[in-house]
């Protein structure tokens, strides 16, 4: 297992600076330096002041000298400081990427708390009235674009009926409540954002949980349990479940990288202080080093995403070794 990960994570690394250096050269070839934004705005600024600032900022040397000295100083788990503010990029990512993780861990657990279950009893209950009620679910959450519904809850709950915020992770009067005042104002202003976070997941993991499920339960060895007497709930939740989560595990890896990406729609449309909006932020500002620190923390995290999703394939189903998978 050990060597496993081992051989696994020096594999990651190549992956890793491909996604560094495509995202460094399309930014930086992208319409519009940091000193335009700076300077645009005042007429007083001269070419020669520009041309020091570029200077300054290093934005004078080739492309690929800039992300050689980037890459020097990730090494030392440095990403430089920010052109609007002067601060360290990293203690800017470490302000923020808590409650993005946060939103994204409950948003997990809603996925696979309620779209499992959903695709079970799809599969267990097909051509029912269920089945035929979910699968109009799941083709809702596939074509509901989360902006849309966002802010239709949004007008729903949080103007017309006035159940829920609709901005920001905390209340103005926050520092006044006591402990579980807090954590439930923090819930309050998580409900909106985490539901539309896990909208079209849900709907995606239920679908091919129905249809995995679907596959394992016609298989030999589920008569086999089913002649030696055992229960429904037995064979279903104890024989089939386990065979058929085989798939799920593989979609849930491979969706890290959308709920991290969706980070960027919700948190800018609910004003919430997280990695997706200060990467808009960013990419407005065009504030270069912030902007490669989040996609390098994002890259990461999908990375070591899908990595957990392999080890736990062996956990899932013993037939499959991982020692099997790394001869491959």
Do not use: C
Not at 10 to 30: C, E, K, N, R, Y
Not at 116 to 144: E, N, Y
Not at 231 to 260: C, D, Q, R, W
Request: hydrophobic fraction near 50%.
């Amino acid at each position: 297992m050990l060597t496993y990960i081992s051989r696994r994570l020096l594999g990651l690394l190549p992956v890793f600076l491909g996604i560094t250096l495509i995202s460094f050269f399309v930014i930086h070839l992208a319409p519009g330096k940091p000193t335009d934004i700076q300077t645009s705005l005042n007429p007083k600024v001269s070419y020669e002041a520009r041309v020091r600032l570029e200077k300054l900022y290093g934005l004078d040397k080739p492309v690929y000298i800039q992300y050689l000295n980037w890459l020097k100083r990730f090494t030392t788990f440095d990403f430089g400081r920010s052109y609007v503010d002067d601060r360290p990029v990293s203690e800017k990512i470490a302000e923020r990427i808590p409650i993005t993780i946060l939103i994204n861990v409950l948003a997990l657990v809603m996925i696979l708390a309620v779209g499992i279950p959903l695709g079970v009893l799809s599969a267990v209950k097909r051509g029912s009235f269920w089945d035929r009620f979910t699968t109009i679910f799941v083709f809702i959450g596939f074509s509901t674009p989360e902006f849309w519904l966002a802010l239709l809850l949004m007008s729903l709950f949080g103007i017309s009926l006035g159940w829920l915020p609709v901005s920001g992770i905390k209340s103005l009067d926050f520092e006044y409540f006591g402990f579980f005042g807090k954590v439930f104002d923090v819930a309050r202003h998580l409900v909106l954002p985490v539901s539309i976070s896990a909208f079209g997941g849900l709907a995606g993991i239920s679908r091919y949980m129905r249809t995995s499920m679907i596959g394992v339960i016609h298989q030999d060895f589920i008569r086999t349990a089913r002649a030696k007497g055992l229960s429904e709930g037995a064979v279903i939740y104890k024989h089939a479940l386990k065979n058929a989560m085989l798939p799920v595990i593989t979609l849930l890896g491979l969706s890290v990288p959308g709920l991290i990406g969706g980070s960027v729609i919700f948190e800018s449309i609910f004003a919430i202080p997280g990695m997706g909006r200060l990467f808009y932020e960013s990419v407005m500002s065009r504030d270069y080093p912030t902007i490669m620190g989040v996609l390098s923390i994002g890259a990461i995290l999908t990375l070591l995403g899908n990595l957990l999703a392999d080890i736990a394939y062996s956990y899932a189903d013993p037939r499959i070794s991982l020692a099997g998978k790394e001869e491959l």
